[in-house]
């Protein structure tokens, strides 16, 4: 909904894929898709994945030669087509222990193995991350309404943070949680 009563003129171009809204009550210019791919490495097993659109491939770094990495759909560049995400990849995030992998996008997330491609978890979400390692066992959080910071251990809720003032983004990869919004950061210990 673009907010503009009746449309008189759509015009598609530019090299970001703009499209160009005119109508009764105004105009507006809006970006559609996503130009960069998704793409998240583990550090523990040496693997790389990326998303294009809800296909999701990997590739393990140490069989690839030097300077021949290439990221494309299907596996014609250096890996193989994982699977298919329930939606369109917007980010994507290995655990810390390289186990499993999160699928942002369309306000939701989805959280597969890494070997086998099997969801282990999903639900809604603005933003997701994971904990360290050392903090526990597949330890992760998510915000789901500005208010609202859902912490979840093994797969299970263990705490929900409702707090007074709006939640623009949580920060984690860390032994503390931390949000953000207008002027202030919050820090929580999961």
């Not at 390289?98 to 282990?120: K, L, M, P």
Request: net charge negative.
């Amino acid at each position: 909904n673009a907010g503009r009563d009746r449309l008189w003129s759509v015009s598609c171009g530019g090299q970001q894929g703009e499209v160009g809204l005119a109508g009764d009550l105004g105009s507006s210019v809006m970006l559609l898709g996503k130009t960069d791919a998704p793409v998240s490495m583990d550090g523990v097993n040496g693997k790389l994945v990326w998303a294009h659109q809800s296909t999701v491939s990997q590739c393990r770094l140490q069989d690839t030669p030097p300077g021949e990495v290439r990221l494309e759909r299907g596996g014609k560049g250096c890996g193989r087509e994982l699977g298919q995400s329930d939606f369109a990849a917007t980010a994507i995030q290995f655990s810390p222990n390289g186990r499993f992998i999160c699928v942002q996008g369309d306000g939701e997330y989805s959280i597969y193995t890494a070997v086998a491609w099997r969801n282990r978890a999903f639900g809604k979400s603005s933003d997701f991350v994971w904990a360290a390692a050392s903090v526990g066992n597949n330890v992760f959080a998510v915000r789901d309404s500005p208010n609202t910071i859902r912490v979840f251990e093994d797969f299970q809720e263990c705490m929900v943070i409702k707090t007074d003032v709006t939640i623009d983004r949580i920060y984690g990869n860390g032994s503390v949680l931390a949000a953000s919004g207008s002027g202030y950061c919050l820090f929580y210990d999961y």
